[in-house]
């Protein structure tokens, strides 16, 4: 990404002009009448965000034409000052001078900061004020919550989940939970906890904690894992789940409606794990294929993958009271299915490092730990626990992708928020190709079997093959007189059922 030669500032210099705009990684000055004061700012935003190059000496306005006459000594040294003396912390800035059509720029590379020195801002202005990002082509301010991240970050610790619940009191815990709690930690720990008391080992795992007043009372991470009702305390602290007609939000589909589906997930974390896989199921199909003599259902999404997904944001999400206000939302379209949280990845966890040995790092440290040991009856019935705490969830999340032939999950982590996609399974060519005509038309019929009637793109859908295929299965089936044809045969409304 960095520009060291000539022919690195001809490519970057190429693709702004097609662009006809700086990019995210470059930032053109064209330093005609001295250095330009923003520098500091565009220093700051590279440093915050994945680093980015500055150019000096180049005209955006005029086609990223070539300013000429720079002083390039002068320039070089006001940017090193810059780097040195007008950020905090100071950034080594790899400063250089190129060629560009037979004239000088003065370019300086900006690598991305460490995670334990961010923010890095300009001076004069403050933390607060002076932090900057970069987004699209240009440096913008920080917020104050993405500051509040980056310093979290700094600290490995954010322990916002181990603060007591000033209007809580131990009876807002569930009994059950709290005595299959206590009894999986005594059967478990290899250490003490067999011999202290209930409230002795409540306050050690910070389920609950000795406020200002020497009252125990819940902790923010006892209660999201083991209260009775959360929401009292902290109503958007759930999971939103939406089902949407069409794959763009806001939309309407042909009925009017802006949501096919909505609901809120409330209570502990076991129970809106629970709630929010059974609305993914309930609104996803679960096609019918044949093979063989066995009938086989396949969902568009494997429900393992969600159960997994859904319960790292409960668990990793920001709980800082600035996250308060923002729920879990959990957005299932026609063509894909999004899991989002506050709060990104924490610490020096990247999104390459998802899945890697030491690729984990809890920002919630005390809820992590409860919920290793409160007892969970899963959507299907199977008991556990509702996490592992492990660095299992994202590999279980990709190998239920790949035993169930589909890509690889779609990661986007910033500073507020962590999203997680899953693209709607199809059917491979190979799989596709294991299934005789007898086996397709069985599963086809056996899902008119169930409807009263049915349109090519909804048995597409169900079957999980193409359009083409589809419809190629339903022509011979109204050939023969299986299936009887509803509406014209050009019809985008056409639909059919059985003979």
């Not at 690195?8 to 002009?17: C, G, P, Q």
């Not at 009702?229 to 939406?242: E, M, N, S």
């Not at 996250?323 to 999104?351: A, C, I, K, Q, W």
């Amino acid at each position: 990404m960095f520009i060291t030669t000539d022919r690195d500032l001809a490519s970057a210099i190429d693709r702004m002009r097609a662009a006809g705009t700086d990019l995210a990684e470059y930032e053109v000055k064209s330093a005609a009448g001295g250095f330009p004061k923003s520098v500091p700012n565009t220093i700051s935003a590279f440093a915050n965000t994945h680093g980015g190059t500055v150019m000096l000496g180049v005209f955006e306005k005029n086609g990223f034409k070539p300013a000429g006459d720079i002083d390039t000594k002068t320039l070089q040294a006001k940017l090193a000052q810059a780097a040195r003396e007008l950020v905090e912390p100071p950034q080594a800035v790899d400063i250089l001078v190129l060629m560009l059509d037979g004239r000088p720029v003065v370019v300086g590379n900006v690598a991305e900061a460490p995670v334990r020195e961010k923010p890095c801002y300009v001076k004069k202005r403050g933390q607060r004020d002076g932090s900057y990002v970069r987004t699209g082509d240009g440096d913008h301010k920080m917020s104050l919550y993405e500051i509040d991240r980056f310093i979290e970050n700094q600290h490995r610790s954010a322990r916002n989940d181990a603060v007591t619940i000033p209007d809580a009191t131990v009876g807002d815990l569930d009994p059950v939970l709290l005595e299959g709690w206590l009894s999986h930690v005594r059967a478990t720990t290899l250490d003490r906890s067999g011999a202290v008391s209930d409230e002795e080992l409540m306050a050690n795992r910070r389920v609950v904690a000795v406020d200002a007043a020497g009252v125990a009372r819940p902790t923010l991470a006892g209660m999201l894992a083991l209260g009775k009702y959360p929401q009292k305390f902290f109503p958007r602290l759930d999971v939103v789940f939406t089902s949407y007609p069409t794959p763009r939000k806001g939309e309407v589909d042909g009925a009017g409606r802006r949501f096919a589906d909505a609901a809120n997930a409330d209570g502990p974390i076991p129970t809106m794990v629970v709630e929010t896989v059974r609305a993914v199921s309930r609104n996803m199909r679960h096609g019918a294929i044949v093979k063989g003599a066995l009938r086989e259902d396949v969902p568009d999404y494997p429900l393992p993958a969600v159960r997994e997904a859904v319960a790292n944001a409960l668990m990793h999400r920001d709980y800082s009271p600035d996250g308060h206000g923002t729920p879990v939302m959990v957005d299932l379209y026609p063509d894909r299915l999004e899991v989002s949280n506050p709060g990104g990845l924490f610490g020096s966890l990247t999104v390459e490092s998802l899945g890697t040995k030491g690729g984990t790092a809890s920002r919630n440290q005390y809820l992590a730990r409860i919920l290793e040991d409160v007892p969970y009856v899963d959507y299907d019935g199977s008991v556990g626990r509702v996490v592992e705490n492990r660095g299992s969830g994202y590999p279980t999340i990709k190998m239920s992708l790949e035993k169930a032939l589909m890509g690889k999950p779609i990661v986007r982590s910033t500073l507020d928020e962590f999203d997680i996609l899953f693209r709607h399974r199809r059917m491979t060519e190979e799989e596709g190709r294991s299934y005789s005509r007898a086996n397709v038309e069985e599963a086809i019929l056996s899902y008119f079997a169930e409807h009263e009637s049915a349109s090519s793109s909804e048995v597409t859908k169900a079957v999980g093959m193409t359009m083409k295929t589809v419809r190629r299965y339903l022509s011979r089936l109204v050939e023969d007189g299986t299936l009887e044809p509803i509406g014209t045969k050009n019809s985008p409304k056409r639909r059919y059922r059985l003979g």
